[in-house]
């Protein structure tokens, strides 16, 4: 039995992390793993534009604890009213690494996100051009498509065609979460791929309603079936490199998740690394993990991999995971995937 593993330090290559006290508590646990992270832009108001990404990222590395190494790779909201040339601007520039369409109600502060999608294409074209890779909610928001089929509709209806509009755009299907979005991406050629978070490779729906409502299982795209969650788990354990680790580590206070109308997201940062170790062994497929959290983003991005290496053990027992975080004077819960994790980062 493997009980020690030596890999190239891991980035997120999707990440929530807020602003103020959120961003402050939340920061180190990902600082104290990722090299980089690329940094959701749905704060309110949006990040849109070059200015307001670059005045996020100083508050970013404001929040980093002393001597962190940790970098941000800023992205920007696309609206129908994004402006290219300053999109192009903040790119050029190495400000900005991706740019994120909110399909218009689909998620968290996506409001201002896109309707029609059609008006966004001279924008996409322009990123097209410069290579800067678009990062897509893949959910339609339709009334009458049922949540759990938003995902699977939306590779048919809107991010097929678009595929074929922009045949040389990057783009990254994000937190794929059935079947359907897997099959996608593996049939595309390398200018597609899709991130895929921890907490979507260990829980199914049946999470969401085991013995009671239980809201800190809930996100969106909202966890499918058990034949969702392994094809992802089948993926990311492959060779295939257009899969890798983006976590959706997505913070909301308890009271906020714990109410009526409860938010989406779920808060995985301080164990991301322990799960996915434990998919990887419990799939006997270790000696690819690597790959998944640390070689195949940064080789999409056209970014190298990181330079320091991280140490994980294989304990006897299981790695205590911490309940909550504070922040402020609110709580955060952590992700529990409610069985074991017997990885730890031994060199945090
Ligand atoms: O569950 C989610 N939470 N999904 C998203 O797309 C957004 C995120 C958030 O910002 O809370
Ligand atoms: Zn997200």
Redesign the pocket.
């Given at each position: 039995m493997i009980t020690r593993l030596t890999i190239k330090q891991p980035d997120d290559w999707h990440l929530?992390l807020?602003d103020g006290a959120v961003l402050g508590a939340v920061l180190p646990d990902t600082a104290r793993h990722f090299g980089r992270a690329i940094v959701?832009p749905?704060l309110v108001p949006p990040v849109v534009g070059f200015e307001a990404a670059k005045a996020y990222r100083d508050r970013i590395l404001k929040a980093l604890p002393d001597g962190a190494g940790f970098k941000p790779l800023m992205t920007l909201y696309l609206t129908e009213t994004s402006d290219g040339a300053d999109i192009a601007r903040a790119a050029e520039a190495g400000l900005v690494h991706a740019v994120k369409l909110?399909p218009a109600g689909?998620?968290?502060?996506?409001d201002a996100g896109v309707r029609n999608i059609e008006t966004v294409y001279p924008v996409l074209a322009r990123m097209s051009e410069i290579g800067l890779p678009l990062l897509v909610?893949g959910e339609v928001v339709d009334g009458d498509v049922d949540i759990f089929d938003r995902e699977k509709i939306f590779v048919d209806r809107i991010l097929s065609p678009l595929r074929e509009r922009f045949p040389d755009l990057k783009i990254v299907l994000?937190?794929i979460t059935t079947r359907d979005g897997v099959d996608f991406v593996k049939a595309q050629n390398a200018n597609t791929a899709g991130t895929i978070t921890p907490h979507h490779l260990m829980i199914n729906r049946n999470a969401l309603f085991q013995g009671g409502l239980r809201p800190h299982y809930?996100?969106?795209?909202v966890a499918k079936r058990e034949i969702h969650r392994s094809a992802l788990v089948d993926a990311v354990t492959s060779e295939n490199k257009r899969f890798f680790l983006g976590t959706?580590s997505?913070?909301?206070p308890d009271k906020d998740k714990e109410s009526a109308c409860g938010?989406?997201?779920?808060y995985s940062s301080p164990v991301a690394i322990s799960c996915v170790a434990q998919v990887f062994e419990d799939a006997g497929a270790l000696e690819n993990l690597e790959a998944f959290t640390s070689r195949n983003g940064p080789e999409f991005y056209s970014l190298p991999v990181n330079d320091a290496d991280m140490i994980l053990v294989r304990d006897e027992d299981p790695v205590a995971v911490p309940e909550i975080i504070q922040a402020g004077s609110d709580t955060i819960t952590v992700f529990n995937p409610g069985t074991p994790l017997y990885w730890r980062v031994a060199n945090e």
């Open positions: 929530h807020r959701m749905n909110y689909a998620t968290t502060n996506s909610h994000e937190h809930y996100c969106l795209p959706d997505a913070p909301h938010c989406a997201g779920i």
